[in-house]
């Protein structure tokens, strides 16, 4: 099966400060990565899509200026979390698919982020 | 999207098959029914898909209604490692792959 890790699995950074998450397809090309983050006892809400190459597609009411995403290579995604504060706080998990014509993704394990 | 809906929670027993229902009334002909189950802090993975057709592989069974308007997803004989959220996606392929999640149902197993 294809493996999909972050980096870090956890996280607690202080208000304000930046905090980068990693999403790594390890054996295979990655052509599209998704972010998506969950609150305790919701369900994973989308946050953008990532081609490799090329800008993010951010869903609406996600602010693009404060979650930054890199897709630098097909076996790279990273999140990075800006100023964050409090209600940042969550698990943000990612996601990659091998191919465009491919319809299973594979999810990472997740990182909880905790912002005091 | 078309939406999905779902029970919030089912129980089951260990060793006893579980069926998992899902309404999706408003499916269209480009939507495909996908599960993908979440273990306790896990990210999701993969359970199952189809378009029209019945389907089974090595996790589970997936039953379409002849409609379309709803689904199952028959797990054989439930264990203990099977205590999950599953959620019941719909997929347009004509929208790319994006999957939206809905609230799923809580599968406890008791043993």
């Known amino acids: 099966g294809a493996v999909v890790s972050q980096h870090p699995s956890w996280v607690i950074c202080k208000s304000g400060t930046s905090v980068k998450i990693e999403c790594r397809s390890l054996?295979?090309?990655?052509?599209?990565m998704f972010w998506y983050r969950q609150f305790p006892k919701q369900s994973l809400m989308l946050m953008a899509t990532?081609?490799?190459?090329?800008?993010?597609?951010?869903e609406q009411g996600v602010e693009k200026d404060k979650f930054l995403i890199n897709h630098a290579s097909l076996t790279l995604s990273t999140l990075t979390v800006t100023s964050a504060h409090p209600e940042d706080s969550s698990f943000y998990i990612c996601?990659?698919?091998?191919?465009?014509?491919?319809?299973?993704?594979?999810f990472g394990p997740g990182t909880r982020l905790t912002v005091t | 999207d078309a939406k999905t809906t779902q029970p919030n929670s089912m129980e089951s027993n260990e060793e006893e098959p579980v069926h998992l229902p899902c309404n999706h009334s408003?499916?269209?002909?480009?939507?495909?029914i996908h599960w993908y189950r979440q273990l306790p802090s896990q990210g999701p993975e993969y359970v199952i898909h189809?378009?029209?057709s019945n389907v089974n592989n090595r996790m589970a069974s997936l039953a379409i209604a002849e409609d379309r308007k709803s689904s199952t997803l028959i797990l054989h004989r439930a264990t203990l490692r099977d205590a999950a959220v599953y959620y019941c996606?719909?997929?347009?392929?004509?929208?790319?792959?994006?999957?939206?999640f809905g609230g799923g149902t809580r599968l406890m197993v008791k043993p």
């Open positions: 996601s990659a698919m091998r191919a465009a014509s491919s319809y299973e993704q594979y």
């Open positions: 408003t499916i269209s002909g480009t939507d495909y």
């Open positions: 189809g378009l029209t």
């Open positions: 996606i719909l997929r347009d392929d004509n929208a790319g792959n994006m999957l939206t």
């Open positions: 990532s081609n490799e190459g090329s800008k993010a597609t951010y």
């Open positions: 054996d295979f090309q990655a052509t599209t």
